[in-house]
């Protein structure tokens, strides 16, 4: 890339070339004055780029995607080498996160990829090289740099896998990248089943549809076992429905719709469809409600802030532990002063009903703690107060801590991050099993 008449022109990319190599200019001196020489401060880096942006939207189309595609690839190469070289000098992944976030726009899940890229790298530093070139695109260098944190960094230094990687597109080296984890965490003497069961877990998500979903996973018997269980109860459905009797298109439901409430009816109340599968214990649930000035209940909400439907209200009403919160005035059970470090499950349920899931990265309710905004134990010894508390989920909070942040809400109600005074940090205590010690989480 170089200057000629006030212009950018690009030269052919030498595969890894100067980005990585570290070379910052030609060593021909007859280049002089037309290729960068040395280093650009930070003010000079945004005139260059904007120049660098107009000279790309003045080119043919196909033109200037190659370069952007060339100019992201080597962006997220140079990215991971400054992480790289931070961790180098002991930063934690926690810190990587924040720096890899200056705008504070990123999402959580983006942080920390970012910080695993930087990881990989200081493992292998060739993987940058491998991005730069194309060699291994950006998916595959995530994929790569999550198995790295799966495998203590064997996954990137594996010669073969890589070679793999390198020849394959992302959607092949998923599986190839997938079965090296698993063949490498598994014990010499451990069977399929007992890895699969080792690694068994469920999940809950939302969907890019909009909808919410639970995933289970394990082993393939008792997978197995769900999936005939499920798609017996669904064919009872289905036989409800009329079966063969009633033509396909006349059903209410199609059969992803009965096999989701074949499911559902397990542990939820049917719901008009005549199947009931016993006896189950009423589950809690925690809604938000507004009272108008003539006592009438309205804008019925779940936890998550979603609406809740009459219909659905009802069979709650019917089936379920109602627990309501109504926010007027500092009640008495939500505002413990000094006198108690932890909430009650009483202020846990407010916090619930008030912000919904972590107020920081969006994480459901069921996964976060109640978290002190001026910790219980630091000098200004924060009260166990609602107006001194939110939820924030178990990752949040230990990165609180440990990058020693404080939590508020600004003028429009967001909640941010800054860093914490002195007055705010809790002493530090001992960590279990070394002579470290570490912040107090509140």
């Given at each position: 890339?170089?200057?000629?008449?006030?212009?950018?022109r690009?030269?052919?990319?030498?595969?890894?070339?100067?980005a990585?190599?570290?070379?910052a200019?030609s060593?021909d001196p007859d280049s002089?004055?037309?290729e960068?020489?040395?280093?650009?401060?930070?003010?000079?880096?945004r005139?260059?780029f904007e120049?660098?942006?107009?000279?790309?939207?003045?080119m043919?189309t196909?033109?200037?995607?190659?370069?952007?595609?060339?100019?992201k690839?080597?962006?997220?190469?140079?990215?991971?080498?400054?992480?790289?070289a931070?961790?180098e000098?002991g930063?934690?992944?926690?810190?990587?996160?924040d720096?890899?976030?200056?705008s504070?726009?990123?999402s959580?899940?983006?942080?920390?990829?970012?910080?695993?890229?930087?990881e990989a790298?200081?493992?292998?530093?060739?993987?940058?090289?491998?991005?730069?070139?194309?060699?291994?695109?950006?998916e595959?260098?995530?994929?790569?740099?999550d198995a790295?944190?799966?495998?203590?960094g064997?996954?990137?230094?594996?010669?073969?896998?890589?070679?793999?990687?390198r020849?394959?597109?992302?959607d092949?080296?998923?599986?190839?990248?997938?079965?090296?984890v698993?063949?490498?965490?598994?014990?010499?003497?451990?069977?399929?089943?007992?890895?699969?069961?080792?690694?068994?877990k469920?999940?809950?998500?939302?969907t890019?549809?909009?909808?919410?979903a639970?995933?289970?996973?394990?082993?393939?018997?008792?997978i197995d076992?769900?999936?005939?269980?499920?798609?017996?109860?669904?064919?009872?459905l289905?036989?409800?429905?009329?079966?063969?009797?009633?033509p396909k298109?006349q059903?209410?439901?199609?059969?992803?719709?009965?096999?989701?409430?074949?499911?559902?009816?397990?542990?939820?109340p049917?719901?008009?469809?005549g199947?009931?599968?016993?006896?189950?214990?009423?589950?809690?649930?925690?809604?938000?409600?507004t009272?108008?000035?003539?006592?009438?209940i309205?804008?019925?909400?779940?936890?998550?802030?979603?609406?809740?439907?009459?219909?659905?209200?009802?069979?709650y009403f019917?089936n379920?532990?109602?627990?309501?919160i109504l926010?007027?005035g500092k009640?008495?059970p939500?505002?413990?002063?000094h006198?108690h470090?932890?909430?009650?499950r009483?202020?846990?349920?407010?916090?619930?009903?008030?912000?919904?899931g972590?107020?920081l990265?969006r994480?459901?309710?069921?996964?976060?703690?109640?978290?002190?905004l001026?910790?219980?134990?630091?000098?200004?010894?924060?009260?166990?107060?609602?107006?001194n508390?939110?939820?924030?989920?178990?990752?949040?909070?230990?990165?609180?801590?440990?990058?020693?942040?404080?939590?508020?809400?600004?003028?429009?109600?967001?909640w941010k991050?800054?860093?914490?005074?002195?007055d705010?940090?809790?002493?530090?205590?001992?960590s279990r099993?070394?002579?470290?010690?570490?912040?107090?989480r509140e």
């Amino acid at each position: 890339m170089t200057f000629v008449d006030d212009q950018l022109r690009f030269e052919d990319h030498p595969g890894s070339g100067s980005a990585g190599s570290g070379s910052a200019g030609s060593d021909d001196p007859d280049s002089a004055g037309t290729e960068f020489e040395g280093m650009l401060q930070p003010g000079e880096l945004r005139p260059t780029f904007e120049l660098l942006t107009n000279t790309l939207m003045a080119m043919p189309t196909p033109d200037a995607m190659v370069e952007i595609s060339w100019l992201k690839r080597n962006l997220a190469a140079t990215e991971a080498r400054v992480l790289a070289a931070a961790k180098e000098q002991g930063m934690s992944d926690r810190e990587a996160e924040d720096l890899a976030d200056q705008s504070g726009k990123k999402s959580k899940a983006n942080r920390k990829k970012a910080a695993k890229r930087g990881e990989a790298v200081k493992n292998n530093p060739r993987l940058a090289n491998d991005v730069e070139d194309g060699s291994v695109s950006e998916e595959q260098f995530d994929d790569l740099a999550d198995a790295d944190a799966k495998t203590d960094g064997a996954a990137s230094k594996n010669p073969k896998l890589m070679d793999d990687v390198r020849g394959s597109n992302a959607d092949q080296s998923k599986d190839l990248i997938k079965a090296f984890v698993n063949n490498h965490n598994a014990a010499d003497d451990e069977t399929e089943h007992q890895r699969q069961r080792r690694l068994r877990k469920m999940s809950r998500f939302s969907t890019k549809r909009g909808t919410e979903a639970i995933m289970a996973e394990g082993d393939g018997a008792t997978i197995d076992s769900i999936w005939d269980f499920i798609r017996s109860k669904a064919q009872d459905l289905y036989t409800a429905d009329g079966g063969r009797d009633r033509p396909k298109d006349q059903h209410d439901r199609t059969n992803a719709q009965r096999m989701f409430d074949a499911f559902a009816n397990q542990f939820t109340p049917a719901s008009g469809d005549g199947t009931d599968s016993g006896s189950r214990q009423r589950p809690t649930i925690v809604l938000g409600a507004t009272i108008n000035d003539d006592g009438v209940i309205t804008d019925l909400r779940n936890a998550d802030g979603s609406p809740v439907p009459p219909s659905v209200f009802d069979r709650y009403f019917c089936n379920a532990e109602l627990i309501g919160i109504l926010f007027d005035g500092k009640g008495q059970p939500l505002w413990q002063g000094h006198s108690h470090r932890h909430a009650t499950r009483r202020q846990l349920i407010a916090l619930i009903a008030r912000d919904r899931g972590c107020v920081l990265c969006r994480a459901p309710h069921d996964q976060c703690v109640a978290h002190h905004l001026i910790p219980w134990a630091a000098p200004l010894k924060g009260k166990t107060d609602i107006d001194n508390m939110a939820l924030v989920c178990q990752d949040c909070h230990h990165r609180i801590h440990d990058t020693k942040q404080t939590l508020f809400q600004n003028e429009q109600g967001v909640w941010k991050l800054r860093k914490a005074t002195a007055d705010e940090i809790p002493p530090d205590r001992p960590s279990r099993g070394a002579d470290r010690t570490r912040p107090q989480r509140e």
